[in-house]
């Protein structure tokens, strides 16, 4: 079973989509940890109600984010973690996080990137009056939503979409392929067959 930590910096509806999808035996793996930015999140009272630790801190406590990220990794690290999931969490990961847990770092991003990096993705989508946009899961590198593409899903945009409209078919997406995804990264023995995929 993979050992997985979950970031977030928001409502945390991708953290409660995993957890649930462990609980009812689509995804093997176990939730060992919660880290979070923003010591106010949603996703903070999610963890708790299902009595998964968190890592909250504040950035601004720390001096820089090396820092910071040092704390991170020793948690991680203190709970033996394998997998870094990043599920709407609004912070670059820099190079001391990178180094210790290299093509273990995966992403979801609501668009089909390379398309709409950054924040507020589903409102760029609509502002540019595209037709399509997505969902994308990726493995982290330094950039900001860029490195390797494990999988994506389309989604038309129909006349009348909001960007809150768009955002709850978004979301129903990422609730079902990111588990999904997941276990058949972590199936496939992860780093071994990517390695091997992007040959
Ligand atoms: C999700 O839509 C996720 O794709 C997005 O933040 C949202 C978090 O929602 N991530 C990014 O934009 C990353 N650049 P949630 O807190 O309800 O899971």
């Not at 020793?74 to 599920?87: P, T, V």
């Not at 668009?111 to 993705?121: E, I, M, Q, R, V």
């Not at 390797?148 to 389309?154: D, F, L, N, V, Y």
């Amino acid at each position: 079973m993979m050992k997985i930590a979950v970031f977030a910096s928001g409502s945390g509806s991708n953290f409660q989509a995993i957890v649930d999808s462990i609980k009812v035996g689509l995804l093997d793996a176990e939730v060992k940890l919660l880290v979070c930015d923003k010591p106010n999140a949603y996703a903070i009272e999610r963890a708790k109600k299902e009595e998964i630790e968190s890592f909250v801190f504040n950035p601004k406590d720390f001096q820089s984010k090396e820092d910071f990220e040092r704390k991170i990794v020793s948690e991680l690290q203190k709970r033996e973690i394998q997998y870094l999931i990043l599920a709407g969490y609004m912070r670059l990961i820099g190079p001391t996080i990178l180094r210790e847990f290299e093509k273990r770092i995966i992403n979801i991003h609501p668009s089909l990137l390379p398309k709409f990096p950054g924040k507020d993705a589903i409102g760029q989508a609509i502002a540019a009056g595209v037709n399509t946009t997505g969902v994308t899961i990726h493995f982290v590198d330094e950039g900001m939503d860029t490195g390797p593409i494990i999988a994506q899903e389309e989604l038309i945009i129909m006349e009348h979409d909001t960007a809150e409209t768009l955002a709850v078919r978004i979301h129903e997406v990422e609730h079902r392929l990111y588990p999904k995804t997941l276990q058949t990264i972590f199936n496939n023995g992860g780093v071994r067959h990517h390695e091997k995929s992007a040959h």
